[in-house]
T-cell receptor, first 113, second 112 residues
Framework: GDSVTQMEGPVTLSEEAFLTINCTYT??????LFWYVQYPGEGLQLLLK?????DKGSNKGFEATYRKETTSFHLEKGSVQVSDSAVYFC????????????FGKGTKLTVNP | EPEVTQTPSHQVTQMGQEVILRCVPI?????FYWYRQILGQKVEFLVS????????KSEIFDDQFSVERPDGSNFTLKIRSTKLEDSAMYFC??????????FGNGTRLTVT
């Protein structure tokens, strides 16, 4: 079945550092890819998404590019802030399905001032 | 902005007891979901619900689990006889066509 693998956390960075969180997937066909974020005490929120190969999703300074050749969707941000501290989840779903998401384990990011 | 509301935020129960986790989805949403996350593990799909019936369920969603939308606003997940391994964070989510999935803040279920 479909699956998502994310880099293990936790990740600790200083403010203004560059962030990469790796995500690779295994899926049939052409899934849509997502990054969700969970801030402390809150639910999962959609951060960005990409629906086809070479699409780049972006939001709040975060970016991820759908790479079919490497089955990857790595999350990047050029300069992190303390407020970016959260757990980040990579996920996929199959289009025209039930919108069921397949998630990775999540990567906890802590940004120190 | 409207949001998905889950209650309670934390539920502690004894093994073998029944629990009901409650969710109020966003009012004009049509598709409803339950996911769970065992501590340190992946967020896993449990069940999806549309037009007053289950549209898909995972292997996890066995006969001990049931869902209901009793009154047009609440969406509940019932576990009939809880086991220790049911301890997890349970997330409700809802969706309107062509919109992102909206998640609640979750209910942490602890089975002792």
């Amino acid at each position: 079945g479909d699956s998502v693998t994310q880099m293990e956390g936790p990740v600790t960075l200083s403010e203004e550092a560059f962030l990469t969180i790796n995500c690779t997937y295994t899926a049939t066909g052409y899934p849509s890819l997502f990054w969700y974020v969970q801030y402390p005490g809150e639910g999962l929120q959609l951060l960005l998404k990409a629906t086809k190969a070479d699409d780049k999703g972006s939001n709040k300074g975060f970016e991820a590019t759908y790479r079919k050749e490497t089955t990857s969707f790595h999350l990047e941000k050029g300069s992190v802030q303390v407020s970016d501290s959260a757990v980040y989840f990579c996920a996929l779903n199959q289009p025209r399905g039930s919108e069921k998401l397949v998630f990775g384990k999540g990567t906890k990011l802590t940004v120190n001032p | 902005e409207p949001e998905v509301t889950q209650t309670p935020s934390h539920q502690v129960t004894q093994m073998g007891q029944e629990v009901i986790l409650r969710c109020v989805p966003i009012s004009n949403h049509l598709y409803f979901y339950w996911y769970r996350q065992i501590l340190g593990q992946k967020v896993e799909f449990l069940v999806s619900f549309y037009n007053n019936e289950i549209s898909e369920k995972s292997e996890i969603f066995d006969d001990q689990f049931s869902v209901e939308r009793p009154d047009g606003s609440n969406f509940t997940l019932k576990i009939r006889s809880t086991k220790l391994e049911d301890s997890a964070m349970y997330f409700c989510a809802s969706l309107r066509s062509n919109s992102p999935l909206h998640f609640g803040n979750g209910t942490r279920l602890t089975v002792t």
